[in-house]
């Protein structure tokens, strides 16, 4: 988004800088679609690539033995010989290299190791917590969109007061922090008004405070950003002209405004996956909520290596498809990046 | 040209000028929480007949956009109004409720915003905008709709209606942009049109098209209230002008009456502003000033300033190559005035940019007295940069937004001294100070200004601290790129003025770019006509005025708007 | 995009918004009264609140808020109103702490990539779009994992993880200013690179590093005590804001203010930074 003023034009059509424009996404998707297939694919590989490196290089600057770690920590009991049986096993032995390149291999064959704490193959364990997250993820998503829609609207509908009021909601909305949100959530609902369960059960009603507390914050920044680009396009002089043939406060918001309005908010979603998958940690660990979140929270407490690479992976790898999606979605909404 | 049975038809059997479509008396508009305080605009009034175009002409801030917004209800949320008698169509209009003007818009009165890069809805197809008043005001299906905007298109010149409809403003012209938001304002065929400044975007070529449409209208029997800075502009379609200053109308007459003998100082100023068709030399902000006679042609001296092929290729987002600048050959000879004209994307301002050395030329040299300039490393090229000011079109980015006018000049003497001997003696500041204020007199600016910053002046006086810090290290040589085209016409003239007076007075050489040839025809000497980064005609200013070569250039000359 | 990028680009256009106000307005008071009432707490809370934060009472344990305990006692009878002040200090401390670290890293990564041309630029810009890839906490987390959990570590990882953050709006910044009109007309003038560097491109560079500056510590803090929430930072009985709000969620249904005000706390100082950071990019581009 802050690159973008590096593209500008002079009035002369010409590019500010004589350099090669960079094959960013907006740009990228102007050209030819299977050299913006290509260049993605090799990006999303590099990014894994990068990301698979930095954190096996990580896990090594961890102190103590690894062989240790998976036989229960440094302080368990433990033979000289069940540590080399292990160092063998998960090829400890191995000079870096070789462990790395072995790391590389089984992560493109999508062989996540096997969990030390919970003795089981992680591809399976994590494919299992992964469906929870995304529901929940995708429901706060949609939840927020519409409370900020609301909010944007209406605070630049109702005069003065209620552009005061809804700012400062928006602000507060998005500096309230996730733990404290669903803790203040769950005093209210569950414990005052006693309507929803104050831990997640199975059923709907169960993933209504989670959502929320999601949702709330998310909305907050949707619903700042929403607003301050439907007052543009309402001050616009194309919304003038649309007045001055006799279109109303609706007709003006519904067929102009709010389309305008959206673009940016759209632009954000690959933040907003970020921001939910760091909420998601925190409100799955609150609510007792099975999911990918929660697994990395417990796998960090107890060192649970192979685990933890799985869950950056797979979140790269979501990352990745959701600035594909994103890039999409404003492709499908702002026809302007559609031309040649 | 679709004529018979619409309302234009109707219209026509009514006897002309003595009828008035539109009617303002005692027009007040303001903005402030009291109505009748602090009016904006104040007692305004004009009639305007079927088929007849009042043009409504001043400054900025000199309250035309407003008067015509407040003619179709759209002044603003929080503006007031007031009118002995405002009538549109013989319709009172005072005091209706947005709902009811909601139902005007568009049927009786349409508006034409300047810039139709905004004014069109840059993600919608410009079928729908122009179906908009349509679909609100008609019973009309879809593909009636269609056929009526098809219709609309072709008339505003804009044939192949099928597959415009479906473009969004962003893939037309400058002028086929222009056309499609006529074409909103009218698909109803509106009695009133209030058109705002419609050509100041566009190119002159393009400005004389559009007029030429709009006379196309008015002849069709829409009445049309133009507004506009430009009194050139508006005396080819204008039937009456009325000039606005402060709020309120100064002047109002017939065209050619006004035009030709204006009674009001503000009218003549601004007819002597237009620099169009003067002789060279001509004061243009005091009329009828003859104290500084034109200047003696000075004896071509030698080459100060020297372009040869210059060549700069850009790549194109979508990775296409496009050369903005493409062999590009000339000379600035000492104490003479360049003009380079030319039209938005011809490659003017990349021009100034290779001569400035702000950008590499891909192939070719800029030589400055004689020396390798672009060629030079940054490094060398100090040395001689003292020789060449520059002045930017828009000044005030061109200034540090922390530093005052005076920090700003202060840097400029400074830096002047250090590169005129570097290592000399330490500053004083007592001498830079007077050097300041000297620069400060040279562009006719008080002192007072020093303490403000840039972005608190006006367009004029951030001009004026431009040249002044241009001035600072004595250059022989200054480059201007559109030194005036943000400016009002009057200040424009000043402007202009200063620069010449400067010329006179210390034998500076200039390169003038402008994309306006009455900004270029004031500039004595030599022209250059640019087209598509290349220079297709040059010669003496005289000469290719009178009798241009090359069919661009006659072209050019053509569309450029006259008085009268 | 990182969370305080957002913050940046709100901000900027929340300022384009408002042009009418020229005095001090209500929200920057507030704010400002706030930020007064917090740095007050931080620096000597036994100004606002006397009493030991540590000091037990048994017998007054699970009072609810009165006019003895503003806010309430706790489990072992300690003030929460007196923990809460004294947390402050800590609090504050690990935010204005980490933002210094990311924003440290940020301004070295940032300048590396907008000055030292297109190599160092391509490269930089390639390790932050990878950094991105572990959105928001979870690189935070993985700093934990390998340093083990402590106040410290949380300060640092969150430290690191806001860091590509901030490289991104620097360099951005750099940029703008680098290729700005007025660093041209400089150019022409004849000023060499280090007089623009010093006169021009720094001054207008670091301005708008105390608006982020001044964003980023109420990020901080929250990301701070999320990590203490969870059980990865500062541990009970420190009087730090996560560590308290965690240790109250043992008793949320029977004691809802032990959880309630330290977060209350933890809300205040991120809404007030977010309102002064706005505050002071208004009055910045305004001066």
Redesign the interface.
């Known amino acids: 988004m802050t690159d973008a003023a590096a593209g500008s034009l002079r009035p002369d059509g010409a590019p500010r800088s004589a350099r090669p424009v960079r094959a960013r996404s907006r740009v990228a998707l102007r050209r030819t679609l299977p050299g913006i297939l290509a260049a993605r694919l090799a990006g999303a590989v590099f990014v894994l690539w990068a990301v698979a490196t930095i954190t096996f290089f990580a896990i090594r600057l961890i102190p103590g033995d690894p062989a240790e770690a998976i036989l229960g920590g440094p302080g368990s009991q433990t033979s000289p010989e069940a540590l080399a049986a292990v160092r063998a096993r998960y090829g400890l032995d191995q000079p870096v290299v070789v462990q790395y390149l072995a790391q590389l291999g089984r992560l493109a064959t999508g062989d996540l190791g096997r969990s030390y704490a919970l003795r089981q193959d992680v591809a399976p364990l994590l494919v299992g917590q992964l469906g929870g997250t995304l529901l929940l993820a995708a429901l706060a998503l949609v939840v927020a969109w519409l409370f900020a829609l609301v909010l944007a609207t209406w605070s630049t509908r109702g005069g003065r007061f209620a552009w005061y009021l809804g700012s400062g909601l928006e602000i507060v909305a998005a500096a309230l922090p996730h733990f404290w949100l669903a803790t203040a959530l769950i005093v209210l609902f569950s414990v005052w008004l006693g309507w929803l369960p104050p831990i997640s059960t199975p059923g709907p009603a169960g993933l209504v405070l989670p959502v929320l507390t999601l949702a709330i914050p998310l909305a907050g920044f949707l619903g700042q950003v929403m607003r301050e680009s439907l007052l543009t396009a309402l001050e616009s002089p194309f919304v003038l002209s649309a007045r001055a043939r006799g279109e109303g406060d609706r007709g003006v918001r519904w067929i102009h405004a709010l389309r305008h309005a959206s673009l940016p908010a759209i632009s954000l979603s690959g933040w907003a996956f970020g921001s939910l998958i760091s909420g998601a940690v925190v409100v799955e660990t609150i609510f007792a909520r099975p999911g990918l979140g929660r697994t990395m929270l417990n796998a960090v407490t107890v060192r649970d290596v192979p685990v933890v690479i799985g869950v950056v992976m797979i979140v790269a790898v979501g990352y990745i498809l959701m600035t594909v999606v994103t890039d999409l979605a404003q492709w499908i909404a702002d026809p302007r990046l559609r031309r040649r | 040209m679709s004529q018979g049975t619409g309302p234009a038809a109707r219209r026509a059997a009514v006897t002309p000028p003595l009828v008035s479509l539109l009617r303002v008396r005692d027009l007040a508009v303001g903005f402030g929480a009291q109505p009748g305080t602090d009016p904006v605009v104040a007692g305004v009034s004009f009639d305007i007949a079927p088929g007849e175009c009042l043009a409504l002409v001043g400054e900025s801030g000199s309250g035309k956009s407003v008067t015509a917004r407040s003619l179709?209800g759209?002044a603003g949320n929080d503006a007031w109004l007031q009118a002995t008698e405002l009538e549109i169509n013989g319709d009172d209009v005072l005091g209706l409720t947005d709902?009811q003007w909601?139902?005007?818009?568009?049927?009786d009165?349409?508006?034409v915003?300047q810039?139709a890069l905004?004014?069109?809805?840059?993600?919608?197809p410009i079928g729908r905008?122009i179906a908009?008043?349509l679909r609100?005001?008609t019973t009309l299906d879809r593909a009636a709709r269609r056929a009526r905007v098809e219709e609309v298109l072709e008339r505003v010149g804009l044939p192949d209606g099928r597959t415009r409809v479906r473009q969004?403003a962003?893939?037309l012209s400058g002028g086929q942009r222009q056309r499609a938001?006529i074409a909103?304002?009218i698909?109803l065929d509106p009695p009133l049109l209030l058109i705002d400044e419609p050509t100041t975007a566009l190119d002159v070529t393009v400005q004389a098209q559009i007029l030429d449409l709009l006379e196309s209208l008015k002849r069709h029997g829409t009445a049309i209230l133009l507004i506009s800075h430009d009194l050139a502009v508006v005396s080819r379609i204008a039937d009456r002008i009325a000039v606005m200053s402060a709020g309120q109308i100064v002047e109002q007459g017939p065209a050619a009456r006004l035009l030709a003998s204006p009674r009001q100082e503000q009218t003549r100023r601004m007819i002597a502003a237009i620099p169009i068709d003067k002789p060279r030399g001509t004061r243009l902000a005091s009329p009828g000033d003859r104290a500084d006679a034109p200047a003696p042609a000075p004896a071509p001296g030698e080459v100060v300033l020297e372009a040869s092929g210059l060549v700069?290729t850009?790549?194109?987002?979508?990775?296409s190559e496009?050369r903005?600048v493409d062999g590009v050959s000339f000379r600035l000879l000492r104490g003479t005035t360049l003009g380079l004209v030319g039209e938005?994307?011809?490659?003017?301002?990349?021009t100034a940019r290779l001569l400035?050395a702000?950008?590499?030329p891909d192939a070719g040299e800029v030589r400055v007295l004689g020396r390798p300039f672009s060629a030079a490393t940054?490094r060398q090229r100090?040395r001689l940069?003292?020789e060449?000011?520059?002045i930017?079109q828009?000044a005030l980015?061109?200034?540090?937004?922390?530093l005052s006018v005076d920090a700003v000049l202060r840097?400029?003497v400074r830096?002047a001294r250090h590169?005129a001997r570097p290592g000399a003696a330490p500053g004083n500041a007592a001498r830079d100070r007077a050097r300041v204020l000297e620069l400060l007199d040279q562009v006719s600016l008080p002192a007072t200004l020093l303490s403000r910053r840039p972005l608190s002046l006006s367009g004029g006086q951030r001009q004026r601290v431009g040249i002044a810090?241009a001035l600072?290290?004595e250059p022989q040589i200054l480059v201007c790129d559109e030194p005036v085209s943000s400016l009002d016409v009057t200040v424009q003239a000043q402007v202009l003025d200063l620069l010449d007076e400067l010329q006179r007075e210390r034998g500076l050489s200039l390169l003038l770019i402008s994309h306006d040839l009455g900004v270029i025809r004031h500039a004595r000497d030599q022209v250059a006509v640019m087209l598509d980064g290349t220079i297709v005609e040059t010669g003496d200013t005289e000469q290719v005025f009178g009798a241009p070569r090359h069919p661009y250039t006659q072209a050019l000359l053509a569309a450029v708007p006259r008085l009268g | 995009m990182s969370d305080l990028e957002v913050q940046a680009d709100l901000g900027r256009q929340a300022r384009a918004r408002e042009p009418r106000r020229r005095r001090l307005g209500v929200a920057e008071a507030l704010a400002a009264a706030c930020a007064l009432f917090l740095l007050v707490a931080a620096v000597a809370p036994s100004v606002l609140a006397p009493g030991d934060p540590l000091a037990i009472d048994p017998l007054s344990a699970f009072q609810p808020p009165n006019l003895a305990h503003w806010f309430g006692t706790d489990e072992s009878g300690r003030d929460i109103f007196t923990r809460v002040s004294h947390g402050t200090g800590g609090s504050l401390m690990i935010g204005i702490l980490a933002t210094a670290i990311g924003l440290g890293l940020g301004i070295v990564l940032g300048t590396m990539a907008g000055m030292l041309g297109r190599v160092v630029d391509f490269t930089v810009n390639r390790f932050l779009e990878v950094l991105f890839a572990f959105p928001g906490l979870l690189l935070a987390l993985l700093v934990i994992l390998v340093f083990g959990p402590g106040a410290q570590t949380a300060t640092v990882a969150v430290g690191l993880a806001t860091a590509p953050g901030y490289a991104r709006i620097i360099r951005a910044q750099l940029i703008s200013v680098r290729s700005s009109a007025f660093v041209e007309a400089a150019t022409v003038l004849g000023r060499g690179r280090w007089q623009i560097l010093l006169r021009h491109i720094l001054p207008n560079t670091l301005a708008p590093l105390f608006v982020l500056g001044t964003l980023g510590i109420g990020q901080a803090v929250v990301w701070a005590s999320a990590l203490s929430y969870l059980g990865l930072g500062a541990a009970p009985p420190a009087a730090e804001w996560g560590a308290m709000l965690s240790a109250g969620r043992t008793y949320i249904t029977s004691a809802w203010w032990m959880a309630f005000f330290p977060g209350l706390f933890i809300v205040l100082t991120a809404v007030t930074a977010t309102s002064l950071g706005r505050a002071l990019e208004r009055r910045l581009r305004h001066a």
């Open positions: 179709i759209l709902a909601r139902r005007r818009r568009g049927r009165v349409g508006l915003l810039d905004v004014s069109l809805d840059p993600l919608r905008e908009d008043s609100l005001h969004r962003g893939e938001l909103a304002a698909a700069k850009f790549r194109r987002p979508d990775g496009q903005a938005s994307g011809s490659g003017k301002t990349t400035l702000l950008s590499r940054e100090r940069r003292p060449l000011g520059a930017y828009d980015s061109s200034f540090d937004p922390r840097d400029a830096g590169t810090r600072a290290s």
